[in-house]
């Protein structure tokens, strides 16, 4: 018999047995008392005065360690949904001031959604918290993600369900900012903790609104370019350069379309509009073209002109109509980049390693056999 062998069979058992502990226990730990939240939650003012005074402090700003994981995270998630317009999430400090604030004054919800003088849009917000005087930013993240599970096979245009999980898949959200802040107590939950705010511009969740469109990687972008980085819409190339080669082009062009190699963008033909050229050039509202709705006038609306815009294509001349075009008559065209389907979820990385430790294992068990 190999002793040797069969020592190190042993070995290998009991690094997989190691790994998946602490695979649980990094899921698990802290679920007891780790909320997320959807909404306002009515505070004692009284409550929030006595937490300022008795605190004096602010909220601690994120490590560049930390705010480099949770990028890297919510891109990561994000690339994981298969979608044709989910855009590339950048760090914002700005948001990232705003949710100090409000983390600071330890009241459990939504607060301070109202922006800043350079930030003009609405954001987004999420927040979760944990009992205890450490934290991981990144368990905070996973816990908005998680909330897939309770929309499964649900309308995502109406749910209230994952609101957390809606924001942080929301595919023209391009900034994120977050803060920590250790409470004592959280109002509203009255137990001491650390308390994870982040803020979102643009914000998610509109209401009749699905979060992200299905297709493959880069082929719907909001702003009509196909510039893709690790599958996710680029929004920071405007022409091909240094880190946004021809290369990274990921742009699909449909229904007799010309790519644009410069912008990477479709031109599409008469008779189609669109990112990828696949929208029939027509007026989708009934309101497009009545003088008493929405008039060509409209279509230059400071406040209204991107909604009437994506509504009455036609009427605003985004496109040009032609009643005689034919989906399909020409063969689609594709950068270099392209995928030609949604991408299958990733694995993490530690599911990988232990697969990898798993077929190790198999193959010395199986050579054990045979040396007895």
């Not at 990112?275 to 009934?286: H, I, L, N, Q, R």
């Not at 399909?328 to 390693?353: D, E, F, N």
Request: net charge negative; with cysteine; charged share 20%.
């Amino acid at each position: 018999m190999d002793w040797t062998l069969m020592m190190s069979t042993y070995i290998l058992l009991i690094v997989v047995i190691a790994l998946l502990i602490v695979g649980d226990s990094a899921v698990t730990q802290n679920v007891p008392r780790t909320f997320n939240s959807h909404d306002v939650t009515p505070v004692n003012l009284s409550d929030v005065v006595h937490v300022r005074l008795r605190r004096g402090s602010q909220a601690r700003p994120l490590t560049m360690n930390e705010v480099k994981e949770l990028v890297e995270l919510h891109n990561e998630l994000r690339a994981r949904e298969g979608a044709a317009d989910m855009e590339l999430i950048t760090w914002n400090n700005r948001l990232a001031s705003q949710a100090a604030k409000w983390a600071a004054t330890c009241t459990w919800g939504h607060g301070i959604l109202t922006a800043e003088p350079d930030i003009k849009e609405k954001i987004g917000q999420n927040v979760w918290a944990v009992e205890g005087n450490t934290i991981a930013v990144t368990d905070g993240i996973h816990a908005f993600y998680d909330e897939k599970q309770e929309c499964e096979g649900k309308d995502l245009a109406v749910n209230k369900d994952c609101e957390n999980y809606i924001q942080l898949v929301w595919s023209t959200t391009r900034q994120v900012g977050c803060a920590v802040h250790r409470c004592e107590p959280l109002v509203g939950k009255g137990w001491n903790g650390m308390y994870l705010v982040c803020n979102y511009r643009p914000h998610g969740n509109w209401r009749g609104t699905r979060p992200f469109i299905e297709g493959p990687p880069c082929s719907n972008c909001s702003n009509g370019a196909g510039w893709c980085q690790d599958g996710l819409c680029d929004n920071t190339c405007l022409a091909p350069k240094a880190n946004c080669p021809w290369s990274a082009c990921a742009a699909q062009c449909r229904n007799c379309a010309k790519l644009n190699k410069e912008s990477c963008k479709c031109e599409c033909a008469a008779g189609w509009h669109g990112p990828d050229c696949s929208e029939p050039c027509k007026d989708y509202d009934k309101k497009c073209n009545h003088d008493s709705d929405w008039s060509p006038s409209m279509c230059n609306d400071e406040k209204r002109s991107v909604h009437v815009k994506a509504a009455c294509p036609a009427m605003c001349k985004v496109c040009k109509p032609d009643p005689d075009a034919v989906e399909g008559a020409c063969p689609p065209v594709y950068g270099p980049r392209a995928y030609q389907s949604a991408p299958t979820m990733l694995m993490k990385s530690h599911h990988v390693m232990m697969m990898f430790v798993m077929i190790i294992i198999t193959v010395n068990i199986s050579n054990l056999h045979d040396a007895l």
